[in-house]
């Protein structure tokens, strides 16, 4: 599934006085709790693949994925996705079919742009997402990794808007070809190893760490609206964030041609907005969701996961700084009353 033309609104509050407005929050989805479903195993890429034709792959995964949207079927999206891909589109789903939402409008993918490393386990792709009438201006990145006898889109972030060609990293490749793999914890040459990007970035995105630790990611969408919603939802409600890596999905890594790297992981958020108690009713709500239907006068709570796609900038003598390039995220969870 895309998100295209399909949102989930923010989380919105208000009370039931005349003059009283209602704040705008800033999330994409939002699901059904009891509690954040177990994770999709998605194992590594097994260590040989069959000859890859990265083209032919994605035409097939539009096909199927159209099917699947076209009939909200999750037995269809579960033959083409994997990891936090499926996770977060099962979801959606669900939400739909709740909502009764069986419109559907078919895409394609244009202008692929694709590498691979050496093993060929697994291939990325800079894509640009078309419609019936309109082309995304900026690119979604599909990943997609072969396990389990076939080739699995496991993660499928989207360049935020406001950034330009210059914000996406070049990635290196060698006289093959072949991009170059980044393990989890190698540090080698870079800011920081892709393992504590993601367990900083988590504590950045609660709003916490210390002032040399925040210093030290670039501003970026998600933190941006993350800080809004807070400050804008203080009159309504408390909230309590949890955030932190989903290790529980693979995460994957390239060279770029600065010596730096092109990072894609998980992170899981939990978020809970205890309302406050006046004379004033108040509420919250999540904007055209099926899995959290109408308004919550006590408490919400939902479970998020979140792909982000970052670049981790070489480690030098200048100062540099991380930043999030893209994402692709859902509710997965939800629960209130």
């Known amino acids: 599934m895309r998100q295209f033309g399909r949102f989930t609104g923010g989380v919105l509050a208000g009370c039931l006085v005349a003059g009283c407005s209602a704040l705008p929050g800033l ?46 079927s ?50 990325l792709a800079s894509v ?13 990145y599909l990943l997609f990794a072969h396990d389990q006898n076939a080739w699995r889109q496991v993660y499928s972030p ?19 070809g072949a991009a170059t793999e980044v393990d989890q914890a190698d540090a080698t040459g870079l800011l920081m190893s892709p393992a504590d990007f993601a367990k900083g970035y988590a504590v950045h995105l609660m709003g916490k760490g210390t002032n040399t630790a925040k210093s030290r990611f670039a501003a970026d969408l998600l ?45 899981q958020r939990t978020k809970r907005y205890d309302v406050i108690q006046s004379s004033q009713r108040n509420y919250v709500f999540q904007e055209n969701s099926g899995i959290l239907p109408g308004k919550y006068y006590m408490y919400m709570k939902m479970g998020e996961l979140m792909q982000v796609a970052a670049y981790i900038p070489p480690k030098t003598a200048k100062p540099a700084q991380v930043k999030v390039i893209g994402s692709y995220t859902g509710i997965v969870a939800g629960s209130g009353r």
Do not use: H
């Open 158 to 176: 989207d360049v935020f808007k406001d950034l330009t060609a210059k914000d996406i990293p070049k990635l290196l490749t060698d006289a093959s």
């Open 223 to 267: 933190t941006t609206n993350a800080a809004t919603n807070r400050a804008k939802m203080k009159r309504f409600a408390r909230v309590t964030e949890s955030v932190k890596p989903a290790t529980e999905y693979p995460f994957y890594a390239l060279r770029t041609t600065d010596g730096g790297a092109l990072v894609f992981t998980t992170i």
């Open 27 to 72: 999330n994409r989805a939002a699901q059904q709790e009891p509690a954040t479903p177990a994770a999709t195993v998605t194992p590594k890429p097994s260590a040989t693949a069959p000859p890859l034709s990265a083209e032919s792959v994605i035409e097939d995964y539009v096909k199927r994925n159209n099917a699947a949207n076209k009939v909200l």
């Open 128 to 140: 640009y997402w078309k419609g019936k009438s309109k082309t995304a201006e900026n690119p979604t």
């Open 74 to 123: 999750d037995k269809l999206l579960a033959t083409y996705e994997g990891g936090s891909s499926l996770d977060i589109d099962k979801a959606a789903y669900l939400s739909q079919r709740k909502l009764g939402d069986d419109e559907y409008t078919p895409f394609s993918y244009v202008k692929p742009a694709i590498v691979a490393p050496a093993t060929k386990r697994w291939f």
